[in-house]
């Protein structure tokens, strides 16, 4: 892959993720967190829930450390963030509304400035 479709992507990934690795980590460990999304596989967690925390160790991984996986999951969250937001419910409580908790899974807080 490109050093410029990697700054691309990670430029992306920095812009959908705006929770920290701590903030992350923390929201993963609710019950709220826990009880949205699509259930993968027969582990009964959801496909939001495994990939937050796929993105806690890509926060933590220095530039140089990013492999091809790497940028391909940093791909795929900017993607499910772009969607799920064209989403956003118009008559329901956003602040607890599932639509919210799964963005967050994602690592994006949709009520964050």
């Known amino acids: 892959m490109a050093d410029d479709d990697r700054d691309a992507i990670r430029k992306d990934f920095d812009e959908a993720v705006n929770m920290s690795a701590s903030e992350l980590r923390k929201w993963l460990d609710t019950d709220e967190s826990q009880e949205v999304g699509q259930k993968s596989g027969g582990s009964g967690e959801s496909t939001g829930h495994e990939m ?14 990013l492999d091809d996986d790497d940028y ?14 064209a989403q956003e419910p118009k008559k329901e409580d956003v602040e607890s509304s599932k ?3 799964s963005l967050m899974n994602w690592g994006h807080d949709p009520l964050k400035k």
Not at 58 to 65: A, V
Not at 72 to 85: I, L, P, S, W
């Open 72 to 85: 391909a999951a940093m791909k795929k969250v900017h993607g499910y963030v772009q969607r799920h937001m």
């Open 52 to 65: 937050g925390r796929r993105i806690v160790e890509l926060l933590g991984k220095k530039k140089g450390d």
């Open 99 to 101: 639509w919210r908790y």
